[in-house]
Nanobody, 126 residues
Framework: QVQLVESGGGLVQAGGSLRLSCAAS????????MGWFRQAPGKEREFVSA????????YDADCVKGRFTISRDNAENTVYQQMNRPKPEDTAVYYC???????????????????WGRGTLVIVSS
């Protein structure tokens, strides 16, 4: 059973920076694509970023392109989300996600996620 534990959330000023981490255990981390989703109050959970098992390919939602960067360290079983120049509208609970083995579908679809972390809250103040 895979376990995903997020950390790094908190209060950040707009225009600042914050790095989220997600530590994975319970499966061969380097074999699975990973992603970040977020859910703001009263809104549906939405895709933010994803990264292939090797780290060679990354995908970002249009709303975070050029500001957020996903990366992974397979030796540490950890995936990161670097948040640069966050905006108040980035305020949300951020969830780490893992996709099924050898997944080749769309990363944007939250129904494709194999397992979720419990989330970490990010509040961006203006």
């Amino acid at each position: 059973q895979v376990q995903l534990v997020e950390s790094g959330g908190g209060l950040v000023q707009a225009g600042g920076s914050l790095r989220l981490s997600c530590a994975a255990s319970g499966r061969t981390f380097s074999s699975y694509a990973m992603g970040w989703f977020r859910q703001a109050p009263g809104k549906e959970r939405e895709f933010v970023s994803a990264i292939s098992w090797s780290g060679g390919s990354t995908y970002d939602a249009d709303c975070v392109k050029g500001r957020f960067t996903i990366s992974r360290d397979n030796a540490e079983n950890t995936v990161y989300q670097q948040m640069n120049r966050p905006k108040p509208e980035d305020t949300a609970v951020y969830y780490c996600a893992t996709y099924p083995l050898s997944y080749t579908g769309t990363y944007y679809d939250r129904n494709s996620v194999d397992a979720w972390g419990r989330g970490t809250l990010v509040i961006v103040s203006s």
